[in-house]
C-alpha cells in the first residue's frame, strides 16, 4: 500500500519545469553581464554562478558545459536574424530583387557578428561548418545566388561570400586593419556584385 509520504505531489513536473526554466533565464540574463562588462573570456562558470545567485551545479544543469553556454546565449539573437531574412519585410526578407537581398543579407550578418562576435569566436570550432546556424546561411545564400542567375560553381561561390563574414576575418580587419563598419558592408557588398556579375540579377 502507498503511503501518503509516497505519493506524487500534484503539479510537482510542472514546478520543477517552471524552476529550470527561471533558472536557466537568471543564467542567461547574468551571463550577459558579465560578457557586456567583462568580456567573454572572464565568463568563467564560477563567476557566472556567483553572478546569478545559483549554485555551479545549476548552471551546468542548465547548459552542459561552457560551449552550451554560449550557444544559448547566440541562440535568440540568431534566431531573430533567421526570421528576419527568411519572412520578414524586404529588403532582407522577401519581396526585393535577389541582388538587393544577398547585399542586405551580408550587412546584417556583419552588424551581427559585430554584436556577439566574440561570443561565436569562443565556441567549439572542432564542428564549424556543422552549425545549424552556418547551414542555414549558406542554403539562403545558395538560394539567392540561384536567382540572381549564377549557375556555375554556385557552392564554391557561397563558401566564398560566407567565408568574408566569419568572425574571425570580420574581427581582424576590424582590429587589426582599422576597417570601419561601412568599409566591411561596402567590400562584402562589391564581393556579392562581382560574384553575381553584371546583368546576372533577376527579379523575384
Partial sequence: MTTPRELPLAGQPVRVRRDAVANADRILCAARRVVDRDGVENLTMDRL?????????????????RAGLFAALTDDSERQFQQAHLSGPPPLGPGAPPLERLLAYGAGRLRLVGVQGSLILAQVPAAKFDVPARKVSAMHIRMLLRQCGVEDNVDVCTEALLGALDPDLVRYLATERGL????????WQALARAVVGTGGVSES
Fill in 49 to 65: 554562478a556567483a553572478e546569478a545567485g545559483v549554485g555551479k551545479g545549476t548552471v551546468f544543469r542548465a547548459f552542459g558545459n
Fill in 180 to 187: 570601419s563598419d561601412a568599409e566591411l558592408r561596402a567590400g
